[in-house]
């Protein structure tokens, strides 16, 4: 059982920038596909970003509403994915989830809160 464990949320004010972190319980290698989604309150939850590795290549992707704002990468060494935010906006305002597949298994940390003020 894979256990991922998000950190970094708070209160920012908006045009600010967060790094949040996802540190896993065994190596991160073996994740794969790894992401982050948000759920807004009222919302669905949605996709922010992945990151996928092909061989030794690693390919983002991400939600069209976030591009340019934020960077998904992973540090392999520390089994850590980090989902940096920038330009934060109110409608950043949502628990951030993180991700990662191992086989048809899917995990999911316990989320994060960001609050973005005005």
């Known amino acids: 059982q894979v256990q991922l464990v998000e950190s970094g949320g708070g209160l920012v004010q908006a045009g600010g920038s967060l790094r949040l972190s996802c540190a896993a319980s065994e190596t991160i290698f073996n994740l794969n596909p790894m992401g982050w989604y948000r759920q807004a309150p009222g919302k669905q939850r949605e996709l922010v970003a992945t990151?996928?590795?092909?061989?030794?290549?690693?390919?983002?992707d991400y939600a069209n509403d976030v591009k340019g704002r934020v960077t998904i990468s992973r540090e392999n060494a520390k089994n850590v994915v980090y989902l940096d935010i920038n330009g934060l906006r109110l409608e950043d305002t949502a628990v951030y989830y993180c991700?990662?597949?191992?086989?048809?298994?899917?995990?999911w940390g316990q989320g994060t809160q960001v609050t973005v003020s005005s």
């Open positions: 990151l996928t590795r092909f061989g030794n290549t690693n390919v983002a």
């Open positions: 991700t990662g597949s191992v086989g048809r298994a899917n995990y």
